[in-house]
């Protein structure tokens, strides 16, 4: 299973970017896909994840309301829409995919395959 992250750039406070997590290689074994970040000089925390078939996302509780994850399962491609950014939302941000199914948001040792990370930098 590989994940390719994209769509991470520079952006105002206040303002929206979209993350895609393309998926491929073996996608039947996936059984949900999450989104992590991961700041400078802190560790990697979750964000929210998302059943690859049929289910609704989960969220940490800072990002509910202001992100939506969301997947396209005929482009093989999992979303995360950010609203209202926040300085503090700088990070670089992660994809991976955890072979079982969950239902909440898991730490980062719960996935197994991982994403190379796009940098999200929000300026106040």
């Known amino acids: 299973v590989q994940l390719q992250a994209s769509g991470g750039g520079l952006v105002q406070a206040g303002g929206s970017l979209r993350l895609s997590c393309a998926v491929s290689g073996g996608t039947f074994r996936i059984g949900t896909v999450g989104w992590f970040r991961q700041a400078p000089g802190k560790e990697r925390d979750p964000v929210a994840s998302?059943?690859?078939?049929?289910?609704?996302?989960h969220y940490v509780d800072s990002m509910k309301g202001r992100f939506t994850i969301s997947r396209d399962n005929a482009k093989n491609t999992v979303y995360l829409q950010m609203n209202s950014l926040k300085p503090e939302d700088t990070a670089v941000y992660y994809c991976?995919?955890?072979?079982?199914?969950?239902?909440?948001?898991?730490?980062?040792?719960?996935?197994?395959?991982w994403g190379q990370g796009t940098l999200v930098t929000v300026s106040s």
């Open positions: 991976a995919a955890d072979p079982r199914r969950r239902v909440g948001v898991t730490p980062s040792s719960s996935f197994e395959f």
């Open positions: 998302i059943p690859w078939r049929g289910g609704i996302g």
